[in-house]
Structures are given as structure tokens and as C-alpha cells.
């Protein structure tokens, strides 16, 4: 590691899984929003500008000769007004139920995967379960962004807030995000194993009747795990040890504590938001696939169900959704999987989730998405240099 001026180093960088590589990645770290301005406005290039998270996305939202942002200076729980917080940027997602929680509140909901930044989380769409509850970012009332001219923008409009609540950093660089809250909740998780059929004729049952629901689909042994999780009162004595994943069990704690799971081990994923009316006929027609092409894969189909939402890029735009993910493991090239499952996923009026692999262009995602030309026009307002489009978003945003 070698810095070449005050606040910026030259790095090796990879994202979590090691999908998209940056060998000598230049990273600005700006104390303020004040510095971070006038990184955007003075960036001359060549490259991108991109902060970049935890780097927890699986498509390259980064190139080799970008500069990345790294927003570890923009953290924390900035204000509370009513039930409205305004969180930091870059603050992870791990650390916020801690300090929501001293505030007697809590996020509505939230995945499975604690380690995103807040910004990386709601610029992707990133989503847990819920029949009637949405993503991170359907929680979003307002956005503070620097644009691509380096102008601190505070976005809090119908129309504005509905182009960034999904935007992959197309817009500018966040640095505050103004999210709902609830007060604070617990919640019970029950994990239990069983056969394909009867996990999928109890499914719209669980829907109605728990939180949160959701089953992983395990190839190798053609058996699910079905997960439900129940508001309670948050427990004076919490039980929160996990279940080891294709195990029964249960614990409890506040939510911020049992939403989360555990990932150590490292993988590449796909995934499609699929109408909620179509997603059982499309699991049947992925699972018949995998059991064809792939029986002997470990790694599971993950099937979500969550409310629809207003935002311009998301893929819950519009409806219930359910989502199907498809995992391989991260030294594995996963396209010979994603090349035969995706077009199933397609077929039945799927869109892919924006931070994992997927291999639309342009022209198939603006058929996807009624707004998508209002969004590329927009991202030309806020950059009309196309300061934050690397080659692989200026081939689908330009």
C-alpha cells in the first residue's frame, strides 16, 4: 500500500466474493461531506468515481482504473424526528439496530446479510421477507447526495425520492439517508426441514399467517428449510444462538439481533424478483432443472416473498414479488448454473436484482422497468459528465 497524496492510497481491491478485482485501485477517504464535494468536482479521471461499501454486490459496479470512495467517515446515527432517523451513509447496517435501539426504535425490516453499508444496501435494493412489508429501500424518505458537479443535494420529493430509492450510485454519492422507523420489536424464529410439497402447499398460509416467511430449496437432497419469524416483545433474556443452517430450531432476541445470519462462506449469486402469482410455477421449473443438470449441488434456492414499492429501479416496482436466488460457491465459475437457470427466471416475468449476476442489457432492462427512461434521464441531470458510470452501467445507463 503506497498513498501518492493527503487522503488517497493505491490499493489491491476486491469485492466480498473476489468477482470483480482492482489491482491498483486509487481510494479517496474524505473526513466531511465537505471534502467529499470537492473530490467529485475536482475528479478529472479517467474512470469513475464509486463508493464502494463493503463491496458485498457481485456485478462490476467498480473498474480497475475508477478512484473509490470509501464513506468510513460518514457514519452514525446523525438525528431522530419522530419516526423518521437520519442515518449516515456509510454507517453498516450491523451497527445501526444498536443505535436505533437505544432510541426505543428499530428498522421494519431487514435481510439476512448484516455487513452492507446503508448506502450499498439501498442503492442495490437489498431486501428481506415480508408479505407485506418491503425492501430497505421502500423504507427511504429522503436522500443527501453530492452529484456528479460536486452540489450537495437533499432529495425528499415524490418523484425524486422514488428515482433514488434504487439508483446504484448512479445519482451521486450518498451521504445521509433519512429512513422510517418503528418502535422497537422482537422477534421468534422457528427453522423446521421438510419435502418439497409440503413446503410449497403451506406456503401461502405461512404468508398470511407469520411476519416473515421464507424456505431454502437444498438440490443435493431435494429437501427445504422453512423459516418463519413472529413480532414479540423484546425478550429480557434473549436465546440467540443460531441454528445451524439445515438444522430445526428456534431463537429469539430483539430483531436487529435476529434478522441476521452468518455467512462465512463465501459464493456468487443470482437473483430474480418474480410476480408473486407466477413464482411457484417457477421455482417447479427451476427445481426440475437443477435435479436434472446440477443434483448434486450443496449450495441452496433461497424463495422470498415482499411487498411491492414505488421505486423507479425496483425490481419490486409496482407489486408483490417473490424472489429466487440462486447460489454457487465463490472458487466455482458460476456461469454454466446461471446460464441455464436464468432464462427460466426470465420466462416468468422476472427481474434480476441489481447487485448480483445477471446478464440484461439496456435494451431488455428498459422493457422491465416504466420509468427506466425518466431514470436515465434523470442520472443525466444529476451527471451529465457521467462521473459515477463505469463501462459496465454506462452500457445499460448511458
Avoid at 119 to 131: K, L, S
Wanted: include cysteine; charged fraction near 25%.
Amino acid at each position: 500500500m503506497a498513498g501518492d497524496s493527503a487522503g488517497v492510497q493505491l490499493v489491491s481491491w476486491q469485492n466480498w466474493s473476489g468477482s470483480v478485482r482492482c489491482p491498483d485501485a486509487r481510494i479517496e477517504r474524505p473526513a466531511d461531506q465537505a471534502a467529499l464535494a470537492d473530490i467529485v468536482a475536482g475528479h478529472p479521471g479517467p474512470g469513475a468515481l464509486r463508493a464502494y461499501g463493503s463491496g458485498h454486490s457481485f456485478v462490476p459496479f467498480w473498474a480497475a482504473d475508477d478512484t473509490l470512495i470509501d464513506l468510513g467517515n460518514l457514519t452514525g446515527l446523525e438525528s431522530v424526528s419522530g419516526k423518521v432517523a437520519r442515518i449516515a451513509a456509510g454507517t453498516p447496517l450491523h451497527a445501526i439496530g444498536p443505535l436505533l435501539a437505544a432510541e426505543g426504535l428499530a428498522l421494519a425490516n431487514m435481510g439476512d446479510i448484516d455487513r452492507q453499508t446503508l448506502a450499498g444496501a439501498v442503492a442495490t435494493g437489498t431486501h428481506g421477507t415480508g408479505r407485506r412489508l418491503g425492501s430497505l429501500s421502500a423504507q427511504v424518505v429522503a436522500v443527501e447526495l453530492v452529484d456528479g458537479r460536486g452540489t450537495l443535494r437533499r432529495l425528499d420529493q415524490a418523484d425524486d425520492v422514488a428515482a433514488a430509492r434504487v439508483a446504484l450510485g448512479l445519482l451521486g454519492v450518498m451521504t445521509a439517508i433519512e429512513l422510517a422507523v418503528v418502535p422497537s420489536y422482537g422477534l421468534h424464529e422457528h427453522n423446521h426441514l421438510e419435502g418439497v410439497e409440503a413446503c410449497l402447499e403451506q406456503l401461502e398460509l405461512r404468508l398470511g399467517r407469520h411476519r416473515h416467511h421464507e424456505f431454502w430449496w437444498v438440490p443435493r437432497v431435494d429437501r427445504c428449510i422453512a423459516k418463519t419469524l413472529d413480532a414479540i416483545d423484546v425478550p429480557a433474556q434473549p436465546r440467540l444462538e443460531e441454528v445451524p443452517f439445515g438444522e430445526e430450531g428456534e431463537r429469539f432476541g430483539a430483531s436487529w439481533q435476529i434478522f441476521p445470519s452468518t455467512r462465512d462462506l463465501k459464493f456468487n449469486e443470482m437473483e430474480y424478483a418474480v410476480p408473486v402469482a407466477t413464482a411457484p410455477e417457477c421455482f417447479r421449473a427451476v427445481r426440475n432443472r437443477m435435479l436434472r443438470d446440477f443434483p448434486k449441488l450443496m449450495w441452496p434456492v433461497e424463495y422470498r416473498v415482499l411487498a411491492g414499492d414505488d421505486g423507479w429501479l425496483s425490481p419490486t416496482v409496482g407489486g408483490e414479488v417473490a424472489t429466487l436466488s440462486i447460489h454457487q460457491a465463490a472458487d466455482v465459475d458460476p456461469r454454466p448454473l446461471f446460464d441455464a437457470i436464468e432464462p427460466i427466471l426470465r420466462d416468468h416475468g422476472g427481474r434480476p436484482h441489481w447487485g448480483k449476476q445477471h446478464s440484461l442489457d439496456g435494451a431488455a432492462l428498459a422493457t422491465l422497468y416504466p420509468k427506466f427512461q425518466d431514470f436515465c434521464r434523470y442520472r443525466r441531470q444529476l451527471d451529465p459528465e457521467g462521473r459515477f458510470l463505469t463501462p459496465y452501467l454506462a452500457e445499460r445507463f448511458a
